[in-house]
């Protein structure tokens, strides 16, 4: 989000919280997976926005915010000393074969979230921010401190694990 | 050169083109990357149904952004203690 090309002056802090609160909001409930820590999580990384407003230059505001959001995260994670992640090797791939057409009518946004919810914290932040908030590539590589092309790699592998997921609600596979 | 094309529907998609059909679905993909990937997936099978579905899938976890906070949870964020904090340049009480 290019909030400073179009004036000369740094917009105040308060307006571009306020603009970012729902953006904020859905990439912390993706990366705490609960409401309460969500709102915890956003109000700590504004304070910590806050407070080096006069410091940052400007560009990518979203990018920067959401780093300090996930930062902020990675703190409580060590905090509370780090809860269990869905290793990826337990994810089968899946077979292209015939499980689309199952994708196409149970894909519906809430049920893909669920889904979105138990893929690696890695995998899932690829996918918030580049397919739910849909910010570009190289900002949302800003934002998860990582190169472009590493971003780019987690959100392909992160789709087909969600493919291979979203494979196994296929009717065929319930009792 | 010669391009081949699976003619099947069934199958993955061509090795050498999921990364631009991932970047095609998503919107990434801009003029003649945008264009080959296109189409090549008109021409084949797999390509064209790992295109058709992925985009799919992107556009329903597009739609999941609509999930927004509570009126009260984002009443209670913009009021936050991020206010006074950031003016007294202080750590918050919990």
């Known amino acids: ?175 | 050169m010669k391009l081949t094309h699976n003619h099947s529907d069934e199958g993955p998609p061509c090795r050498h083109m999921e990364g631009l059909l991932h970047q095609a679905a998503d919107g990434s993909a801009k003029g003649v990357s945008r264009w080959y990937a296109f189409s090549h997936a008109a021409r084949c099978g797999r390509c064209g149904r790992f295109l058709d579905r992925l985009t799919e899938t992107i556009k329903q976890l597009r739609k999941a952004r609509e999930e927004e906070p509570t009126p009260e949870a984002l009443s209670r964020l913009a009021q936050g203690k991020w206010r006074s904090a950031a003016d007294k340049n202080e750590e918050p009480q919990d």
Not at chain 1, 59 to 69: A, F, K
Not at chain 1, 122 to 136: K, Q
């Open chain 1, 1 to 175: 989000m290019k909030l400073f090309q179009q004036t000369s002056a740094k917009p105040e802090f308060e307006v571009v919280a306020l603009a970012e609160l729902p953006v904020l909001y859905r990439v912390a409930k993706r990366l705490t997976l609960s409401d309460a820590d969500a709102e915890d999580l956003v109000g700590q990384a504004l304070y910590l926005a806050a407070k080096a407003w006069t410091k940052f230059d400007g560009r990518h505001v979203r990018s920067w915010l959401i780093q300090i959001l996930r930062n902020e995260h990675l703190t409580v994670i060590r905090k509370r000393s780090s809860r269990p992640e869905t290793p990826i090797q337990d994810v089968v791939e899946p077979q292209e074969d015939g499980f689309w057409e199952e994708v196409a009518w149970r894909a519906v946004g809430q049920d893909l979230l669920r889904e979105v919810d138990l893929l690696p914290e890695d995998y899932r932040m690829a996918i918030t921010l580049c397919d739910v908030e849909e910010m570009p590539y190289d900002e949302a590589a800003e934002a998860l401190g990582i190169p472009a092309p590493t971003l780019r790699t987690r959100l392909f592998r992160a789709r087909r694990i969600l493919r291979a997921k979203l494979a196994h609600l296929s009717p065929e596979t319930q009792p």
